[in-house]
């Protein structure tokens, strides 16, 4: 990797942009640092994708300040281009030509960079290097886009719902890869509506809705933030029961019925859970279901907005 | 790193990209190179110069036969009066010829049918010069039958002209709304690639398919019918890159802003359909009105048309096709001028 002279790869100010009547980008605020794996997680028509558009130079803001690399799209546009990997978010590549002729074409826009030959083997399309792209299923595409974003040996990385549509086999094959461009220190800003994908792949996340940035951080810092570290739910059945006392119950911070089964938010689950079967056996109510989980950026998610992340 | 070769610069990986999604697409080489070709031999099968056609008739007597076999253009078979009458009825004559009581001789043909009415003409001429009819005045004939002056003739430089512009047109039209549409162009022009590049690998391309499109019809046409090619070779070469870069610009701007293949489809249709009715590629373009002969005259596809008819038939050089020059000069210049300024890269 060249040494970047600035130790952020990507400062966006203020960003505004708006299509008509409908405000895309409502005044966005971001910095990705080098090295970083930058995650911008969001329902469908957050603005996700115009956010990274704009960063990539595909679509110009109506105000706000962007810098990536240390550079303005204004001024050095073409050594931006240089510098940068894109993947768009549903390209289809020419389909008539073979995995190698693409990468061949792609590579021939860059000044250096890895060849057609070693693009393949970093998205592990040996066996594919002769196939039509028409023939590739949609996980052998995207790793194949991810190549064509590679070419260049970018400073950044930028990938919109690089796994989107894909089955998981495919999508945990494309992580991978992912993890590995990461160890290899390369920086990256994806978007996605996938919480696991942003949870595994990004060391910090920043969640939008509606145009805006709700919060940002490391996962860990975002799903500590709203309290809560545990989701135990249970069903009692038929059976009545006295809520309060659950209430009670060492750990718990909060209580909420949800479908018949009861959901609560605890902050140590080695001691509530316990705790929760004693207080039950005091009541002499049966258990007919428990289920715990760590709370996720879905939690934050819906804590933020009331909604989930899927439902659009 | 290696050292990047020939094959590794930017324009010609991307006119090797038009060259593979071009022969790899059967139905592309089919309507562009084998389709005019079949036209162009079925039309010239269809509109050949027959021999002088020899016309059937029938006559009942032996001597009425006599008479009329002295004419070389008929045929005459002797048949029983029934039989006769029924070839009339169902076109296997084209006229029967009886006596009758008051020594007239009955044609029995159709008025409405033109070979009736020659079998009319030439079979009462034999009959009435068997009788002893002298012409007051005699004709000598003086055939004219020469290459050049044919249906076929006309046609090929018409097909070539049109051809030119439908692969021009569909080439640039097609190739660049499907890769908007699939935001194929999008990933492109978001590498460090130059844009006019892209631009250029179109017309690359187009300059090397050239050569089979004007070649394939035109030699098709030297061979098989023996049209001519009277005017010079550059004269001709020249005027085939003038037209194909005229047509590729209307087709760029046609396909600046479209981001559908239906649209386009329409589009293209709309600017070459009536070309291919006004522009004389079958049928002159003298048949129009008077009123309209300017217009015709200013299309691009009428001045393809007039310039390689001009080059082959009459073996007109450089200077005479000037005006037609001129026309596609200006229509490349304005079309390019607005694809430029109304082009998207999304």
Redesign the interface.
């Known amino acids: 990797m060249p040494p970047s002279q600035t130790k952020t790869a990507l400062r966006v100010r203020n960003l505004r942009k708006a299509f008509k009547d409908v405000v895309a980008v409502d005044g966005v605020d971001l910095e990705v640092r080098s090295g970083e794996c930058f995650g911008l997680l969001g329902p469908n028509g957050a603005g996700k994708t115009t956010t990274i558009e704009i960063c990539?130079?595909?679509t110009a803001a109506d105000s706000g300040e962007v810098e990536v690399l240390g550079l303005r799209w204004s001024s050095d546009a073409?050594t931006l281009?240089?510098k940068?990997g894109?993947q768009?978010q549903?390209?289809?590549?020419?389909e008539?030509?073979t995995v190698f002729?693409t990468l061949?074409?792609?590579?021939?826009?860059?000044?250096?960079g890895p060849?057609a030959e070693e693009a393949i083997r970093m998205v592990q399309l040996e066996e594919k290097r002769g196939a039509?792209v028409g023939a590739l299923s949609g996980g052998q595409k995207q790793r194949l886009a991810l190549a064509?974003a590679l070419v260049?040996d970018p400073d950044l990385l930028f990938l919109d719902e690089p796994t989107t549509g894909l089955d998981p086999q495919a999508r945990r094959q494309l992580w991978e890869l992912i993890e590995e461009f990461k160890a290899a220190g390369r920086t990256i800003l994806l978007t996605t509506h996938y919480m696991e994908e942003a949870e595994r792949l990004c060391d910090r996340v920043a969640i939008m809705d509606h145009g805006k940035i709700m919060t940002q951080g490391t996962p860990r810092e975002l799903i500590a933030g709203i309290g809560v570290e545990h989701v135990v739910e249970f069903s009692a059945g038929s059976n009545a029961l006295d809520m309060d006392r659950v209430r009670g119950v060492a750990g718990v911070r909060d209580v909420r019925s949800e479908n018949g089964s009861v959901l609560l938010q605890v902050t140590e689950l080695h001691r509530a859970v316990p705790a929760l079967l004693e207080e039950l056996g005091r009541q002499s109510v049966p258990l007919t279901e428990l289920r715990t989980h760590s709370a996720t950026l879905e939690d934050v998610f819906v804590h933020l907005t009331g909604r989930h992340l899927r439902d659009e | 790193m290696s050292k990047r070769g020939f094959m590794d610069h930017a324009l010609v990986q991307l006119t090797l990209m038009r060259m593979r999604e071009f022969i790899r697409e059967p139905e592309a080489l089919f309507w562009s190179m084998i389709f005019p070709l079949a036209l162009a031999a079925g039309l010239g099968i269809a509109f050949r110069n027959r021999p002088p056609e020899v016309l059937k008739i029938a006559a009942v007597t032996p001597r009425l036969t006599e008479a009329l076999r002295q004419e070389k253009q008929l045929d005459v078979m002797q048949l029983p009066p029934q039989l006769a009458e029924q070839f009339v009825r169902t076109g296997k004559v084209a006229l029967a010829a009886e006596p009758a009581a008051d020594g007239t001789v009955v044609y029995r043909y159709d008025d409405t049918n033109p070979e009736g009415r020659q079998a009319r003409m030439l079979a009462d001429q034999a009959i009435q010069r068997a009788a002893g009819r002298q012409d007051p005045i005699a004709g000598r004939d003086q055939i004219m039958r020469e290459p050049g002056s044919r249906y076929i003739d006309f046609l090929i430089p018409g097909l070539i002209g049109m051809g030119i512009m439908g692969n021009s047109i569909w080439g640039m039209g097609f190739s660049i709304v499907d890769a908007r549409r699939k935001k194929l162009m999008k990933r492109i022009v978001a590498t460090p690639m130059p844009k006019h590049y892209y631009l250029l690998s179109f017309l690359l391309w187009r300059m090397i398919l050239l050569p089979v499109d004007v070649g394939v019809p035109l030699a098709f046409g030297a061979l098989v019918f023996d049209v001519p090619l009277r005017g010079s070779f550059v004269a001709l070469a020249a005027a085939c890159v003038l037209a194909s870069l005229c047509f590729s610009a209307v087709g760029l701007l046609l396909a600046s802003r479209v981001r559908t293949i239906e649209a386009v489809s329409g589009l293209m249709n709309v600017v070459m359909v009536p070309m291919w009715i006004l522009s004389g590629v079958f049928f002159s373009s003298q048949r129009f009105p008077d009123l309209v002969q300017p217009l015709i005259k200013a299309l691009p596809l009428t001045a393809v048309i007039d310039a390689l008819r001009a080059n082959m038939l009459q073996g007109s050089g450089l200077a005479q096709v000037a005006p037609q020059a001129g026309v596609l000069g200006a229509w490349l210049v304005v079309c390019f001028g607005f694809a430029l300024r109304l082009f998207r890269w999304r």
């Open positions: 990539e130079g595909l073409s281009r240089q940068l894109i768009l549903e390209t289809q590549l020419a008539k030509l002729e061949s074409l792609f590579r021939s826009f860059f000044l250096q060849g039509r064509c260049g």
